[in-house]
């Protein structure tokens, strides 16, 4: 609807127009300050410009009424217009809140160590990440989900290590002195044992292995990963492992020119040029490379393969990174203002009131897959995907193991649900019901209808904001409307009761479609609903 109106308002007057949503409902579905904007330009007072801008939309079938309040341009839908839209979205469900953005973008996010099981920090930008995803498939936009595999450097070689520590303690029933500084967790066990029967014990006992344990146990390190993420209905297009990129590494550095230098047997990049506070080292005076080389090769590669946008989702610990890594992406030859990073926070979670602090190097770690466990799918997604990202998040597990009000996920699919039976109830088929008008509805109605036809700007605004939460928040507010218009208004029954129930499946649809856009499938019945 809101892209219509803009349509017809920027062919109308030859410019972009603010559009917002009047507060009281009783000014109308939008509103526009344009005579404001005018007012300088033509030299007359905003009320008058209103005034004569509004007499001038007489002819448009489009709205009921255009009407001047204040300055405000004031407009109010057609009931034809609302009533062909709804029906069209119902004739054309999988269509509804679609564009054909087409852009190509490349988004990158998790990309956890391979090291161990994720945790509910990693979850958080899991999420995130999946419902932008979707969100921009939905508007068609061309986007590839991409995994980036750190199986290089300390942390695979530290992987080694704790499997053997686990495999002398757990299998050879050795004392073991453990560093301060190394992997825990069942997972170890597991590995250690699959460790001995492919490689004998002897894997268990000789250090100069490790690395090959490391390098074969990391494979089994992200199947754990994989699971973790499709157990919450993820899914990536492409992985790219950092171990596969360095034979690159040469051919980068001449591409960086002046971007690096060498000093103190160190290869440094200039960074500081670019924004940055310091320059950074990418190679140690023993020919290792650092994180950081790696993630100039890989960016490289990201740019060489063509999108119009890159967007990455990082842990807020790494916000000092991104400087460093847009100044390599400039020295590469490339438009920095094409990368953009989103900072996922950390999240701090509650049982019974009593905080958990997460430390993965003390082994203090609690696993995305527990609680996906204990509180489901759902609900996790949900509650990850309810708050911006970048702000911090907690939340305690009791709250949404919940059947009630008080649980927002039960709260959505509730409405959902009830929508399913009262359908159920009536003695009208779907011809009946499809083939009414939504014309001549009460204001109640009208209101809920409205709110209904919303999704596809809630849609597009969460994505081009980058706010996916303000899907849920629309959500939450659709099924509060729903469940007060169903103690509000009777339905079974009355000479209203086909287009009542068509404005309920209208309803349904929103709530169905705005559910999968969060990887959520949408129920048809809860143990707790109404009969």
């Given at each position: ?9 920027r ?7 603010v559009l917002?949503?009047p507060?009281?409902r ?5 509103a ?6 005018l007012?300088k ?5 905003p009320?008058?410009?209103a005034?004569e801008l509004?007499?001038?939309f007489?002819e448009?079938?489009?709205f009921?009424s255009?009407?001047?309040?204040k ?11 609302l009533n ?10 999988n269509?509804?809140a679609?564009q054909?953005?087409k852009?190509k973008i ?6 956890a160590?391979?090291?161990g ?10 999420v ?17 989900a ?14 080694g290590?704790?499997?053997?520590l ?9 004392e073991?002195?453990?560093p301060?500084?190394y992997?825990r967790g069942?997972y170890?066990s597991?590995l ?5 029967e492919?490689?004998?014990?002897e ?10 344990l ?6 089994g ?9 499709a157990d ?5 297009d492409t ?10 590494w040469d ?9 690096i230098?060498?000093?103190?047997d ?7 040029q670019r924004g940055d506070d310091?320059?950074r ?6 020919g ?7 993630d100039?090769?890989y960016?490289?590669?990201?740019f060489?393969?063509d999108?119009?946008?890159?967007i990455?989702i990082w ?18 030859g ?7 990073v ?21 082994g203090?770690v609690i ?19 309810s708050?911006?990202?970048d ?6 597990l009791?709250?949404f ?14 409405a ?5 039976t ?6 009208l ?5 499809m083939?009414s008008?939504l014309?001549?509805?009460?204001e ?5 209808m409205?709110d ?8 597009e ?7 996916v939460q303000?899907?849920p928040e629309y959500l939450?507010?659709?099924a ?7 103690y509000?208004?009777r339905?079974?029954?009355t000479?209203?009761e086909?287009k009542?129930?068509k404005?309920l499946?209208?309803?349904?649809l929103s709530l169905r ?5 969060m990887g ?5 019945y ?6």
């Amino acid at each position: 609807m809101k892209q219509r109106v803009s349509a017809l308002l920027r062919e109308k007057f030859g410019r972009e127009v603010v559009l917002e949503k009047p507060r009281d409902r009783s000014f109308g579905h939008f509103a526009t300050p344009i005579a404001f904007s005018l007012a300088k330009e033509l030299k007359e007072s905003p009320m008058k410009i209103a005034e004569e801008l509004a007499s001038s939309f007489q002819e448009d079938d489009i709205f009921s009424s255009v009407e001047h309040v204040k300055g405000y341009l004031n407009f109010r839908l057609s009931e034809n217009f609302l009533n062909e839209y709804a029906a069209w979205a119902l004739q054309n469900p999988n269509e509804f809140a679609k564009q054909d953005k087409k852009e190509k973008i490349l988004l990158e996010f998790v990309s956890a160590n391979p090291t161990g099981p994720l945790h509910i920090g990693h979850a958080r930008g899991a999420v995130y990440g999946d419902t932008l995803y979707r969100l921009a498939k939905h508007l068609g936009y061309d986007i590839t989900a991409e995994y980036y595999v750190n199986d290089a450097g300390n942390q695979i070689d530290l992987l080694g290590l704790s499997i053997q520590l686990e495999g002398r303690s757990s299998i050879l029933s050795q004392e073991v002195e453990y560093p301060q500084s190394y992997y825990r967790g069942e997972y170890l066990s597991v590995l250690a044992e699959e460790a001995v029967e492919k490689f004998g014990k002897e894997i268990l006992i000789d250090e100069s292995r490790q690395k090959e344990l490391a390098l074969w146990a990391k494979d089994g390190v992200m199947e754990i990963i994989k699971k973790d993420l499709a157990d919450t209905n993820i899914f990536f297009d492409t992985f790219v492992y950092e171990s596969s990129l360095y034979d690159d590494w040469d051919r980068v550095m001449v591409k960086m020119g002046d971007g690096i230098y060498k000093k103190d047997d160190k290869i440094f990049i200039a960074s500081s040029q670019r924004g940055d506070d310091s320059d950074r080292v990418v190679v140690r005076e023993d020919g290792r490379p650092t994180y950081l080389a790696g993630d100039i090769v890989y960016h490289n590669q990201k740019f060489e393969r063509d999108y119009a946008h890159y967007i990455n989702i990082w842990g807020a610990d790494h916000h000092g990174y991104i400087a460093r890594v847009k100044a390599a992406v400039e020295f590469l030859g490339y438009d920095s203002s094409k990368l953009e990073v989103l900072l996922s926070q950390m999240v701090s979670l509650l049982k019974d009131g009593e905080p958990y602090k997460m430390s993965k190097r003390a082994g203090n770690v609690i696993l995305m897959s527990d609680i996906v466990e204990e509180i489901g799918s759902d609900a996790l997604r949900f509650i990850f995907a309810s708050k911006k990202s970048d702000t911090a998040l907690e939340f305690d597990l009791a709250e949404f193991k919940k059947q009630d009000s008080s649980n927002p996920i039960f709260y959505i699919q509730y409405a959902h649900a009830r929508i399913k039976t009262i359908i159920s109830k009536s003695s009208l088929s779907e011809d009946e019901i499809m083939s009414s008008s939504l014309r001549n509805l009460d204001e109640n109605a009208d209101i809920l209808m409205f709110d209904a036809l919303l999704l596809p700007e809630i849609v597009e605004d969460a994505f081009a904001s980058r706010q996916v939460q303000k899907l849920p928040e629309y959500l939450k507010f659709l099924a509060a409307s729903l469940h007060k218009f169903y103690y509000d208004c009777r339905i079974i029954g009355t000479e209203d009761e086909a287009k009542l129930l068509k404005l309920l499946m209208l309803v349904g649809l929103s709530l169905r479609v705005g559910l999968s856009l969060m990887g959520i499938t949408a129920k048809d019945y809860m143990s707790k609903e109404e009969n």
